[in-house]
């Protein structure tokens, strides 16, 4: 059994730090969940910061009447552009959850400190940025081709979002694997 261990080593230590670190970050952010709507019922800040910037991103390609409210049962944020209710952002979309995988397999891998941090930051941006730019896709395509609103939601948006961190993490793990070879 000992030999076993020894032989698996280096996958048992990705398995538990992978594991490790996103039930960590995972129980700390549904945390800060629990407490802040406990207190407001209202969206997170995170989420309401990411409806706010997809409304100023819209702006910036000229859509006028662009508007982020708050949805009245408090538990999202409404997109609308000239009164039409084009997306409702909820916690899901804030990119938290995904930022908090890309950050467990990264340190499941983790490599110099510096450049670990580096690309931990580099990385969280890269996926905060696309979701930004996954959310104002979406909103332009229901206003524009509302008949592809369900393949763009459903298909089209998950693949985007994962897909960069997919790669991400390729580009990780070749980094990673140089720094193993010097």
């Not at 409806?51 to 609308?80: C, D, N, P, W």
């Not at 896709?137 to 524009?144: D, F, G, P, R």
Request: glycine residues 8%; aromatic residues 20%; proline residues 3%.
């Amino acid at each position: 059994m000992l030999r076993l261990f020894r032989q698996y080593r280096h996958v048992l230590r990705f398995i538990f730090i992978f594991l490790g670190s996103y039930f960590l970050f995972s129980s700390l952010y549904n945390g800060f969940l629990i407490l802040y709507e406990s207190e407001n019922p209202v969206p997170d800040p995170l989420t309401q910061l990411v409806a706010r910037q997809s409304g100023m991103v819209m702006e910036g390609l000229g859509f006028e009447q662009v508007e982020v409210i708050m949805h009245y049962t408090g538990l999202s944020m409404k997109l609308m552009v000239d009164g039409y209710f084009l997306a409702g952002i909820v916690e899901g979309c804030n990119s938290a959850s995904i930022i908090i995988l890309f950050t467990s397999f990264v340190l499941a891998f983790f490599g110099r400190a510096w450049q670990t941090l580096l690309f931990l930051f580099a990385g969280s941006v890269i996926i905060y940025s696309i979701n930004i730019l996954r959310i104002v896709i979406l909103a332009v395509s229901i206003y524009k081709y509302p008949q592809y609103s369900g393949f763009m939601h459903s298909v089209f948006f998950p693949i985007a979002i994962y897909g960069t961190v997919f790669i991400l993490w390729l580009i990780w793990v070749r980094i990673y694997s140089q720094w193993k070879k010097h």
